[in-house]
C-alpha cells in the first residue's frame, strides 16, 4: 500500500467545482480521497505532509497541444524528456501533435505512443490522429479506426488543410465520433516565405512577413464548414484581433467550435525578435500589442476556451542557423505558468480564470474517456499542481528538462513557479526548496 499524503493549508483552487479557498486535500492509493476546507484535519492519522501554506493547489495542468517528437525526431525531444519537461511545467496530461515521423495517421502507431508513454513517460499522453494519411492533405485517414485506439481529435498540425473538401470530409466523419478537427489555420498562399508577423518590424526587418489574414481566411472557412457539416472545429494557436472576433460571432450563432491561444501570443508581440532572434521564430508569429489585447478578453469573455502550449523543441544547431532557415518553434512547458502569471499579477486576467484555461477547461474538449480529468474532485485520479504564485526565478535553458532549449524568455525573470506536481498521486516533480514531511 503507498502511505496517503496530506497537502495542507494551500490555497485550493479548482474552477470547474467553483472552488476558491484554504484547505487540505488527501491522496490515498493515487485518488483524491479526502477535500477539507479552512484548516480541518483529514479523518485518519497516517500520511506525509507536504506543507503548502502560501501555495496554490490546483488540478493538474492539461494540455491540448503539444509536440513530443517522438517517433522519428528524438534529438530533439522523446516522449520520456518532453514528459519530464511536462511535470516540470505543472502539466499532468498532454495531447500529443501526430507530426512525427511516421506520422500518427494509424492505429498501430497511436499504440506505439501510449505504451511508450506508459512505459517512460512522468505524465499522462494523449495522442492526437492526423487528418490526412502521411500528413499529405488529400486522403482522409481511417478516422472510425483511429479514434477506437484512442486519439482524442485529428490534426494536421504544422500544415493547414488546404483542401476544402478533405476538411469537409473530415468534420463529417468526426462528428458521429464526437471528436474534434484541429485546424493550424494558415493560407499558405499569404505566408509564403514569411518567418515572422508581416508589420512595421518585418519591413524594419527585411524578414518576409506572414499577415493576420492568412490566419483569418482559414478560420473563417473552417467555421463556414463547421456550420454547414455541424462537425466540432477546434482553432489551434488563435493569435489575431480579427481571428477572435470570428470566433467571438461563430459562437453567438452556436456553430461548434472552441479555440485555443499559447502562452507566448498571450505574453509576447513581434518586438521579441528584435531582442531574441530565432529564439522568437514561432508559427503563427508573434502578434502586435493590440493583438495580444485581444487575446486577453478572448480569454476573459470564454471566446477562447483554453491556453495549450504549442510546445515545440528544437535543437540548438537548428535554431542557430540564419534567421529565414530556423526552425519555427518553442520549448514552452517550463515556462508557459510563469509567463501566464504575469497576467494575474499585471491585473489583466483572474487567477481563477487563468486555471481553468488550463484545468477543466482543456478536461472538456478531451471529454471523459480517460477519465474525469482537470478536477480535484473527491474520488477522481490525483492530478495535482502546487506552484508558489509569488517565486519569482529566472529562465535558464540550460536547466530544462526539454531537449529543447529554444526559448526567447531564456535570461528574463518570471513571477509564479510550479513547486510539485502529482500524477495519478504520485510525486513526480518537486522543487528542491519544497520540503516534504515524512511520517
Ligand atoms: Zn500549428
Known sequence: MMKSLLIRGGHLVDPGQGMDETGSLLITEGRVSWLGRGDVAPPQP???????????????????????????????????TGTRAAARGGFTTVCCMPNT????????A???????????????????GSISRDRKGQELVDMGALASAGVIGF??????????????????CCRPLGLPVIDHCEDRALTEGGVINQGEISVRLGLGGMPAAAEENVVARDL????????????AHVTTEGAVDLVRRAKEKGIPVTAEVTPHHLTLTEEAVVRCGTGAKVNPPLRTSKDVQALIRGLIDGVIDVIATDHAPHTEAEKMRE????????SGFETALGSLMG?????????????SRLTCEPARIIGDRYGRLGTLGVGTMA?????????????DPASFASKGKNTPLAGSVLKGRVMATIFQGRLVYKDDSLRVEVR
Open 46 to 80: 497516517d500520511y506525509d505532509v507536504i506543507p503548502a501554506e502560501g501555495l496554490v493547489v490546483c488540478p493538474g495542468f492539461v494540455d491540448v497541444h503539444c509536440h513530443l517528437r517522438e517517433p522519428g525526431f528524438e534529438q530533439k525531444e522523446t516522449i520520456a
Open 101 to 108: 515521423s511516421p506520422p500518427l495517421d494509424n492505429q498501430a
Open 110 to 128: 497511436v499504440e506505439y505512443i501510449k505504451s511508450k508513454a506508459v512505459a517512460e513517460g512522468a505524465v499522462r499522453v494523449l495522442p492526437i
Open 155 to 172: 490534426s494536421d498540425d504544422g500544415d493547414p488543410v488546404r483542401d476544402e473538401g478533405l476538411m469537409r470530409q473530415a468534420l463529417e
Open 224 to 235: 463556414r464548414l463547421a456550420e454547414l457539416t455541424g462537425g466540432w472545429v477546434h482553432i
Open 323 to 330: 534567421f529565414d532557415a530556423a526552425p519555427f518553434g518553442i
Open 343 to 355: 497576467l494575474v499579477h499585471g491585473g489583466q486576467l483572474k487567477l481563477a480564470n487563468l486555471i
Open 383 to 395: 492530478d495535482v499542481t502546487i506552484f508558489d504564485p509569488d517565486k519569482e526565478w529566472v529562465v
